[in-house]
Nanobody, 125 residues
Framework: QVQLVESGGDSVQAGGSLRLSCAAS????????MGWFRQAPGKEREGVARMGTVSGTRYYADSVKGRFTISQDKAKNTLYLQMNSLKPEDTATYYC??????????????????WGQGTQVTVSS
């Protein structure tokens, strides 16, 4: 089992920055993929940024490329999402996710089987 706890969500103005953190605990050595997803009211969940924990390969949604950066601190078992140049359309609940299934491309939603409780990001214009 892997437990994930997000933090860092806040209300900011457009153009601002935030850094989300996700503290992982439990069987973290079993995780092959980690990522950030978001869901806005009335919209489907979207994979924002994902990475392979061994390869370090990163995948970004087109909507955030060049603005968001995913990174990990293995020593602290923490995943980060640096969000710059925030836009009102970035407003959503952001979820940290981890995948321990193996054999599934980290860019595939099916690779993720552990989820955090979410943290709210609100961007005002």
């Amino acid at each position: 089992q892997v437990q994930l706890v997000e933090s860092g969500g806040d209300s900011v103005q457009a153009g601002g920055s935030l850094r989300l953190s996700c503290a992982a605990s439990g069987d973290t050595y079993r995780t092959y993929c980690m990522g950030w997803f978001r869901q806005a009211p009335g919209k489907e969940r979207e994979g924002v940024a994902r990475m392979g924990t061994v390869s370090g390969t990163r995948y970004y949604a087109d909507s955030v490329k060049g603005r968001f950066t995913i990174s990990q601190d293995k020593a602290k078992n923490t995943l980060y999402l640096q969000m710059n140049s925030l836009k009102p359309e970035d407003t959503a609940t952001y979820y940290c996710a981890a995948g321990s299934l193996g054999g599934i491309w980290c860019g595939n939603d099916a690779a993720y089987n552990y989820w955090g409780q979410g943290t709210q990001v609100t961007v005002s214009s």
